[in-house]
């Protein structure tokens, strides 16, 4: 069965730092690609970042480019995403999503874990 | 960037009736190379990831109800949820996974039980 369980979520104060975890199992993970999701709060889907299977190529959303770091372990079964500058506007649950391959839409996700920038 | 823009962005329909959603987006998501059309529909209930429930604008995911269809080409897309059940509400979303980055989503429907 294929899970994917995100962990490192919590308050931040604005300008702080926080590393979200995703642990895969059930599948061959390093032969797919990875995403990261958020969601804020009564609010709908935003698409984060993405890596490659040996990531090598790594996309991110304009709004977190510069600030956020996707990363994967293979030998972990294992993606990141270190989120640095946090703000306001980054408050939200994080899923960690699968694609079934590329060119394909996201087929697993986790539970998500939630993330809040708050002073 | 390619904008996906749902409506409604609420509706409220009665158990047994159809629920209508469209989608259009500002870029064609038609592949002419295989005359795939990459959109993809998700269920989203509370509390809850969302839950792939097409992909290729028409094609039902495993164990999906067929009372759910997806229709449409090009720039623009419907979900259609046909005899609605309780468990049916929800908010949907419809996503292009063609020109990317980034992958990107509608803003949601919010399905309820009239």
């Known amino acids: 069965e294929v899970q994917l369980v995100e962990s490192g979520g919590g308050l931040v104060q604005p300008g702080g730092s926080l590393r979200l975890s995703c642990a895969a199992s059930?599948?061959?993970?390093?032969?797919?690609?990875m995403n990261w999701v958020r969601q804020a709060p009564g609010k709908g889907l935003e698409w984060v970042a993405h890596i490659t299977t040996t990531g090598e190529t790594r996309y991110y959303a304009d709004s977190v480019k510069g600030r956020f770091t996707i990363s994967r372990d293979n030998a972990k079964n294992s993606v990141y995403l270190e989120m640095n500058s946090l703000r306001g506007d980054d408050s939200a649950m994080y899923y960690c999503a699968r694609p079934r391959g590329r060119l394909w839409p996201f087929d697993y996700w986790g539970q998500g874990t939630l993330v809040t920038v708050s002073s | 960037d390619v904008v996906m823009t749902q409506s409604p962005d609420s509706l409220a329909v009665s158990l047994g009736e159809r629920a209508t959603i469209n989608c259009k987006s500002s870029?064609?998501?038609?592949?002419?190379?295989?005359?795939?059309?990459?959109v993809a529909w998700y269920q989203q209930k509370p509390g809850q990831p969302p839950k792939l429930l097409i992909h290729w604008a028409s094609i039902r995911e495993s164990g999906v109800p067929d009372r759910f269809s997806g229709s449409g080409s090009g720039t623009d897309f419907t979900l259609t949820i046909y005899n609605l059940q309780a468990e049916d509400a929800a908010v949907y979303y419809c996503?292009?996974?063609?020109?990317?980055?980034?992958?990107?989503f509608g803003q949601g429907t919010k399905v309820e039980i009239k």
């Open positions: 870029q064609s998501l038609l592949y002419s190379f295989n005359n795939k059309n990459y």
């Open positions: 059930g599948f061959t993970f390093n032969i797919y690609e």
């Open positions: 996503q292009q996974y063609f020109i990317t980055p980034p992958w990107t």
